[in-house]
């Protein structure tokens, strides 16, 4: 059984460690508890993947982002950090015997980060290509970021944690510095180390670094409390080879009593190349080259999705066959052979995933962060295993009710797909 280790110090900050003794490598990550839900979107959409790209610049013991990059790379380390709507999360990941100098690096950049106003700048333009690359010049990524909008209308979840360009441009060093004091508090991180650690040891090397420094409370991210949004379409005309589908609703939150058949259901759905979409959808209709459905938890609320990348002239199609899989699962139980097979898949993919080191530790470092209790991997297997085809049933009529689901579309002439989708959801 993998269970990991905790310690809370004075100051709030929590130690979560996972001790795999015959790992010859290291994985340490501190988790900060912001993200773009905690931004305001006109004023500073984007400052916290903007300080993300920041902090590996330069800290006091390490001024510049060479003297960073060497001090990892010389070991034959390697370093990176995400953004999400929630979460920041910073790693290294080391050789066995090099976790000290990971710590080191990771607590300089929770206290001492120089957020100069030319290397603000510098990375500015940076950022700005990042948006190109993955929004601008991506159609499917462009199609993404309009769903959450009819999902959470009016809520900072709504919008990509990327920001946007006219924002991004904007936001002054002094914006990201005042983030940065306010949110990277020692109450609001989680230091997850997994690996050939011992847990007194990397309690000892957090404590030295991080123990002292004092803590302030932070402003909370605003709860989701309003519905979805009145319309139920949302379509983008644009030169593409393709035509770009997302469709979805809202979801379970985290650790929720029908998550874990909420999740069951969306790999039915569309994990994998012997899923009921992948199999209908692409090899029998040959509609889309990629589709698959997810879920995405939140501590309030989640969000599944459907995508489909699909041949322009038979969107219309596409559209119909995805909505005849997700009423399919509303109304007909799934068989035994196939909940069988899925609850070997997902037993497999996690098992599997904690060989990983750094799963683990963002595994168990986000939990702790997010809900303040981890769940082992035995835990939630047993979650997954007590599922029922009734309890998938029973979810997908809530969650995949057509009444609750949006779409966004993004193609040359989208209208086929959109009048399709308020058809089958009975839109008029």
């Known amino acids: 059984m993998i269970t990991p280790k905790l310690t809370t110090l004075e100051n709030g900050l929590q130690i ?42 330069g800290t006091a013991k390490y ?28 790693y290294i990941k080391v050789p066995a015997g090099e976790a000290e100098l990971a710590i080191d690096i990771l607590c300089d950049m929770m206290t001492t980060a120089i957020i100069d106003p030319v290397e603000v700048d510098r990375e500015r333009n940076v ?6 690359m993955r929004i601008l010049d991506d159609p499917s990524g462009q199609a993404s970021i309009l769903l959450p909008g009819l999902i959470w209308p009016e809520h900072p979840l709504a919008h990509w944690t990327g920001g946007e360009k006219a924002v991004v441009e904007q936001i002054p060093a002094s914006e990201v510095k005042r983030f940065y004091q306010d949110y990277y508090q020692p109450g609001n991180m989680v230091v997850a180390v997994a690996g050939k650690v011992v847990h007194e040891e990397v309690v000892a090397m957090v ?33 593409s080879a393709q035509g ?44 889309a080259y990629s589709t698959y459905a997810s879920m995405q938890n939140y501590v309030d609320t989640g969000v599944f999705e459907v995508y489909a990348g699909v041949t322009l002239e038979r969107m219309d199609e596409a559209v119909e066959a995805i909505m005849i899989e997700l009423e399919k699962i509303r109304q007909e139980p799934v068989t035994p052979e196939e ?30 962060l997010l809900l303040r209790q ?16 009734e309890d998938i049933m029973r979810v997908a009529q809530k969650i995949l009710d057509p009444k609750g689901l949006r779409m966004s579309v993004l193609a040359p002439d989208p209208s086929p797909a959109v009048k399709t989708f308020k058809k089958l959801t009975g839109e008029k």
């Open 244 to 287: 770009h589908i997302y469709i979805g609703s809202r979801a379970t939150a985290y650790l929720e009593a029908d998550d874990a058949a909420a999740k069951v259901m969306t790999s039915i759905l569309g994990r994998g190349m012997s899923s009921r979409l992948f199999i209908n959808v692409r090899e029998r209709k040959g509609l």
């Open 16 to 57: 979560v460690t996972v001790d795999m003794a015959e790992s010859l490598s290291v994985s340490a990550s501190i988790l900060v508890g912001v993200g773009s839900r905690y931004e305001q979107f006109d004023k500073n959409g984007g400052v916290s993947h903007f300080l993300e790209h920041l902090l590996f610049k």
């Open 207 to 239: 404590k030295e670094r991080l123990g002292r420094v004092a803590n302030t409370s932070v402003v909370g991210a605003e709860r989701v409390t309003g519905g979805i949004a009145p319309e139920s379409v949302v379509a983008m005309e644009r030169d």
């Open 374 to 389: 981890t769940e082992t991997l035995e835990e939630t297997l047993n979650r997954i295993e007590a599922v029922t085809a």
């Open 63 to 90: 001024p510049s982002a060479r003297e960073v990059s060497e001090a990892i790379e010389n070991v034959g380390g390697y370093n990176n950090a995400y953004t999400t709507d929630d979460v920041t999360n910073y």
């Open 127 to 132: 950022i700005l290509e990042e948006i190109n």
């Open 339 to 368: 909940l069988a097979k899925v609850k070997s898949q997902t037993r497999g993919g996690l098992i599997m995933a904690s060989e990983s080191n750094s799963g683990l530790a963002e595994r168990f470092g986000t939990q702790q």
